[in-house]
């Protein structure tokens, strides 16, 4: 997801990570192109002082936010790799930490227009690393390879072209079956799976092993 960000934000650098406000293990992951910085005690070390972090612990508000909405160039932070440009989407907020989508980029500041861009897709980005966090934190009732009710081959094919974003009509064009077959095929993922929904059935099958993680996902 953090390519497709950085494209539609013409960012040279998206990533997600959690700052830390009251320790010191801040991390960061799903980086496109590549890791900023290059450790994690440097990521600490930057992160946890950057205005933005700072904005975030005191508002505690979930709003986009451009580096230049909170401090002026004067006052900036060095930035890393020449992009001294930033717009945020937090993720989550609290009182220990901040985790947010970063998007950097040199020369030209984001635009009104990508900021209010950025508030739509909060609430969608935000819900869906709230359901990626909280199936993570489940005890899996099945695995790919071992389980009291297996996938099929088939409903396996099917999960993985969801995965890849095709919709119902497109994986019985792809598999050669009807798309009254794809959905009963669906619904029995959704009851095997424990979920209602494509998103929850793709990030539980991926949590699981039965989906290959895209790298580029939150």
Known sequence: MTGSLRHLFQAEFAGVGQVDLRGTASRRWA??????????EDFHTYAASHPLARAYQHTREPVPL??????????????????????????????????????MRDRLDFSARDLRLACQLQPVLSGIYALRDRLAHQPPALTSAKTDVPLTARELAILNLMADGLIAAA????????RGTVSK??????????????????????????VAARQAEL
């Open 66 to 103: 451009r580096l230049s909405d909170v401090t002026s160039a004067q006052t900036a932070p060095p930035a890393f790799g020449g992009m001294s440009r930033a717009l945020t989407i937090p993720l989550a907020i609290t009182p220990h930490h901040v985790c947010a989508i970063a998007l």
């Open 31 to 40: 980086d496109s192109p590549g890791p900023i910085p290059a450790s994690p």
């Open 185 to 210: 095929h669906i619904d029995h993922l959704y009851r095997k799976l424990g979920t209602h929904d494509r998103t929850s059935a793709v990030l539980r099958g991926q949590a699981l092993g039965a």
């Open 171 to 178: 994986i019985a064009r792809r598999l050669g079956i009807s």
